[in-house]
């Protein structure tokens, strides 16, 4: 972990601006390519949601702005960030699940897998990064979502305005066309340290880890 020197940073301007305001986030919605991986889902050694969540995580860790945060008066950037996901549990009550980023996708679907066995059988919301008074517990994560009943074209997510500087990502039912398997995919993130550009590269990679992972499977 690192603290951005705020004095020498090229972005200071621009996150001076969009931090004083009252909502600075900004949410995209796209459509991803996971063809491969997903042509090849039975195939692979995991459920595809974790496979999902595999791929969105080492994605956002190759974008340094995607592991940036705001802690008060300072920015800081992560050398890894993790993802946490919301669980549906056996009652339809979902919880949230922290997991920890690795790089070997095996040993990441190993424990990823007793943790969301736990969760659907007690949810929880133990491991959400903001408390009941909204303050941040922990905000070295990426916080997902899935809805997989859904193919979505907008989407939106809770937030605790200004100081929540944590991305929320969520997606829903692939759909199939012109022999494409297309995820709708929503990203939202705090626009004093992300911009446009930084989620293009960060779809872009995701696309590319989409390939790279499901090469092993084919």
């Not at 603290?3 to 919605?29: A, D, Y």
């Not at 791929?55 to 993790?82: C, F, S, W």
């Not at 009550?93 to 790089?103: A, D």
């Not at 939202?188 to 790279?212: R, T």
Request: charged share 20%; aromatic share 10%.
């Amino acid at each position: 972990m690192r603290v951005i020197n705020q004095e020498t940073w090229p972005r200071k301007n621009h996150f001076n601006l969009f931090n004083s305001m009252e909502f600075p986030h900004i949410g995209l919605c796209v459509q991803v390519d996971i063809t491969d991986l997903w042509a090849n889902r039975s195939r692979v050694e995991s459920s595809p949601t974790i496979a999902l969540v595999y791929t969105l995580t080492k994605a956002a860790n190759r974008v340094p702005e995607m592991r940036q945060r705001i802690q008060g008066d300072q920015v800081i950037e992560y050398d890894v960030v993790h993802p946490i996901i919301a669980v549906l549990g056996e009652d339809n009550i979902f919880g949230v699940c922290s997991l920890t980023y690795v790089t070997n996708f095996t040993d990441f679907a190993t424990q990823s897998e007793i943790c969301l066995l736990k969760a659907k059988k007690d949810p929880s919301m133990a491991d959400f990064h903001i408390d009941q008074e909204g303050n941040i517990i922990r905000d070295d994560i990426l916080s997902m979502t899935v809805l997989p009943w859904l193919s979505f074209t907008s989407f939106t997510l809770t937030r605790t305005p200004r100081v929540d500087s944590v991305p929320l990502l969520a997606w829903g039912k692939v759909i199939s066309e012109s022999e494409r398997y297309l995820m709708p995919f929503f990203v939202s993130f705090h626009h004093a340290l992300v911009d446009g550009l930084h989620i293009a590269k960060y779809v872009q990679y995701i696309e590319e880890e989409v390939q790279e992972l499901s090469a092993r499977f084919k």
